[in-house]
């Protein structure tokens, strides 16, 4: 049973750094339940403490990186027009572009559905920027919340 465990936990782990990147899957969320799932094996004794503060930060990630993208368009001065073609951009990007379509997708995509809308293009274009600049920081988050947890993952076997 240890072994089918640590198996799930591995299997979760990289799904949580893959979730990073991939917007249908959670990845904080996913790192944390690999870290729950090794807890349940004799190999590994976390502390209460330690499960509950990873939980809280795979949620407060979570919840961020709903916020910030929409944070950074609206403070850009986007709409809800922007934000669309940000995510649209962001899966479109990736599929064709790869992770350098992850990174252009989402300001190129904010931009198109500024102007699909009607907005300025230079309104546009900061919208996208808005966009942009949001939804790097929201990777960031959860990219750091999951290495952190990968790394207490990691460290539990050494």
Known sequence: MDYILLTVSVILIVLGL???FLP???GPPFSFLGLLAIEFTRFVDFSTNFLI???????????LDYVVPIWGTKKFGGTKAGMWGATIGL??????LGPFGMILGPLFGAIIGELIQGTKSNEAMKAGLGAFIGFLLGIGLKLAASFYMTFHFIKAFF
């Not at 899966?91 to 064709?96: K, Q, S, T």
């Open 18 to 20: 893959l979730g990073c």
């Open 91 to 96: 899966i479109v990007g990736m599929i064709f």
């Open 53 to 63: 503060f990873m939980a809280v930060i795979a949620i407060v990630v979570t919840i």
């Open 24 to 26: 249908v899957i959670p």
